[in-house]
């Protein structure tokens, strides 16, 4: 089993950045991909970024292309998402999640409960 705590979520202007964080703890987290997917009202689940277990190797949705980045620090078993030049439709919870496929949406396995991000026009 894998555990996940996500943080750093709150309320931003347009334009502005945060800094997820997403530590993990359980069963060799290290050997995991992990990723961010994010929900916003009445809209499905969607696939936002993901890292490979060593972070040689990343995936981006097109939405945020350019200006997010992911990376992880497996010494501390936490992997962060950068979110540079916000908008409001990056609006929604984001999740982190933890499969064996970085860029497979299917192969997350693990998830956390979530944090809000608001971005204010």
């Known amino acids: 089993q894998v555990q996940l705590v996500e943080s750093g979520g709150g309320l931003v202007q347009a334009g502005g950045s945060l800094r997820l964080s997403c530590a993990a703890s359980?069963?060799?987290?290290?050997?995991?991909?992990m990723g961010w997917f994010r929900q916003a009202p009445g809209k499905e689940r969607e696939f936002v970024t993901g890292?490979?277990?060593?972070?040689?190797?990343?995936y981006y949705a097109d939405s945020v292309k350019g200006r997010f980045t992911i990376s992880r620090d497996n010494a501390k078993n936490t992997v962060y998402v950068q979110m540079n030049s916000l908008k409001p439709e990056d609006t929604a919870v984001y999740y982190c999640?933890?499969?064996?496929?970085?860029?497979?949406?299917?192969?997350?396995?693990?998830w956390g409960q979530g944090t809000q991000v608001t971005v204010s026009s």
């Open positions: 999640a933890a499969g064996d496929a970085y860029s497979d949406y299917r192969r997350y396995a693990y």
């Open positions: 359980g069963r060799t987290v290290s050997r995991y991909a």
């Open positions: 890292i490979n277990w060593s972070g040689g190797s990343t």
